[in-house]
């Protein structure tokens, strides 16, 4: 599913947060046995369960089909908290591409083995765990890649405006 752009329609912006967001579980009455990704009927009953109105799996459809069905903002705020997002992303471009971009960065990690690795340190001590800092910096050193600035996404490997990211303006 192609990330929505500026202007993205709300269906667009929805669909995204269902191809990128999986029940972590894995209980198969949360997701779509085809797709693998949460069901109409799962996110309806767990909106409906908030306690601020009930909502229909039909009409989560509706709200994710191509006839643009725009929902009240109650339903935006209630979608929000399903999927843990801020309410701004539906309506708002900056916050949509702001939520994108920290999907994309974890995709990324994921992608890269980052997180197998972080798993694997997690319990070390903090010397262990300084220590294998070390071996990643001295690494990246023998590879010839500069060291990143652990506070910017941007340096993340492969981020979209990292030096040497496949689409990194040039």
């Known amino acids: ?18 191809a990128v ?18 069901s109409n009927t799962h996110v309806a009953e767990t909106v409906s369960a908030y306690g601020d109105g009930t ?15 725009n929902p009240t903002i109650r339903v935006v705020r209630l979608l ?5 997002v801020p309410a701004g992303y539906f309506v708002e ?3 949509t591409e702001r939520i994108v971009g920290q999907f994309q960065i974890v995709q990324q990690l994921h992608e890269q083995g980052v997180k197998n ?10 010397a262990s765990k300084e220590a294998l800092l070390k071996m990643v910096d001295a690494a990246r050193a023998m590879e010839g890649l500069p060291e990143p600035d652990p506070a910017d996404p ?11 990211a496949p689409n990194a303006p040039n």
């Open 21 to 38: 967001l999986r029940p972590h579980d894995g209980d198969p009455s949360k997701a779509n046995s085809r797709t693998g990704e949460f």
């Open 93 to 95: 471009d900056a916050v």
């Open 55 to 69: 909502i229909t799996a039909a009409y989560i459809g509706k709200l994710r089909g191509p006839a643009g069905e």
């Open 117 to 126: 690795l972080a798993l694997r340190a997690a319990g070390l001590s903090p």
């Open 154 to 164: 941007a340096d993340a490997p492969n981020a979209p405006n990292a030096p040497n």
């Open 80 to 84: 929000a908290r399903f999927f843990e």
């Open 1 to 18: 599913m192609p990330a929505p752009g500026p202007g993205s329609p709300f269906a667009d912006r929805l669909n995204y947060l269902f």
